[in-house]
């Protein structure tokens, strides 16, 4: 099976490098080595967009938590990180990814009859922009 991919991301500070296909997301290190990957073949895609239309690392030097933001056509940002931290105790560690927060972007106007793709992300310090379908951008302050 060829698998097309249509989204990548770096990690400038870690060189970790995300990329996604319209079955899979993946995370490798700078060396094109696997650490994790995603199926996206559950989520019901729209007939215009893959499941993952955008994806963005968050860096910052301190962080406790590595994050990647990825985009949905359904309006929605959702952060992730990935650990291991569910691999049964004395068995080889099994990376996944892990969902920390989910975000639904807000319909503007009334005459839009379905919610906006989110096209684009860039974390800019301790913001997170993000564009849509509709040509808009909008701007989230980050918790610490």
């Given amino acids: 099976m060829v698998t097309h991919l249509h989204l990548a991301a770096v990690n400038e500070s870690t060189g970790y490098i995300a990329t996604c296909s319209r079955q899979r997301l993946w995370l490798h290190t700078i060396n094109a080595r696997p650490i994790v990957s995603l199926d996206l073949t559950d989520i019901a895609p729209s007939p215009l967009y893959p499941p993952i239309t955008s994806l963005a690392f968050l860096e910052r030097d301190y962080a406790h938590t590595e994050l990647l933001a990825t985009g949905s056509p359904d309006g929605t940002i959702t952060f992730r ?33 379905s919610t906006p793709c989110v096209t684009a992300l860039k974390f800019v310090g301790e913001s997170l922009y993000h564009g849509e379908d509709t040509g808009r951008l909008y701007g989230w302050e980050l918790p610490d």
Avoid at 83 to 106: I, Y
């Fill in 81 to 113: 990180t990935w650990n291991t931290n569910s691999t049964p105790e004395g068995q080889k560690a099994r990376w996944e990814f892990v969902t920390l927060k989910t975000l639904k972007v807000k319909t503007e106007g009334r005459f839009r009859s």
